[in-house]
């Protein structure tokens, strides 16, 4: 069964740092790539980032956020993160990460994915 669940999420001011964790099981989490997705209030699913299976070697992000926000993965605690710097008050958002597949899928769909944690970047 797989379970995906965030922590890492809460206050912080504009400029601020938060770093989000989620901690992967019942699957082979190094062979699957993995994603950071976000609902901010009143928003469709957007997503943020994602990360090659295995070493991680290949990542992206969205506009909104490159050069911001850094993903990686630790394959040996099953552990996927999301260190967020330079954080505006658009930034707020449920933040869930999603497992996609062995190879990448372009339309991948990111239903397969945690509970969230909740970022409020606010003054």
């Known amino acids: 069964q797989v379970q995906l669940v965030e922590s890492g999420g809460g206050l912080v001011q504009p400029g601020g740092s938060l770093r989000l964790s989620c901690a992967a099981s019942?699957?082979?989490?190094?062979?699957?790539?993995m994603f950071w997705v976000r609902q901010a209030p009143g928003k469709g699913l957007e997503w943020v980032s994602r990360?090659?299976?295995?070493?991680?070697?290949?990542?992206d992000y969205a506009e909104s956020v490159r050069g911001r926000f850094t993903i990686s993965r630790d394959n040996a605690k099953n552990t996927l993160y999301l260190q967020m710097n330079s954080l505006k008050p658009d930034d707020t958002a449920v933040y869930y990460c999603?497992?996609?597949?062995?190879?990448?899928?372009?339309?991948?769909?990111?239903?397969?994915r945690g509970q969230g944690t909740r970022v409020t970047v606010s003054s």
């Open positions: 019942g699957f082979p989490f190094r062979d699957m790539w």
């Open positions: 990360i090659s299976s295995r070493t991680g070697s290949s990542t």
């Open positions: 999603a497992k996609g597949r062995t190879y990448y899928d372009p339309n991948q769909d990111f239903s397969s």
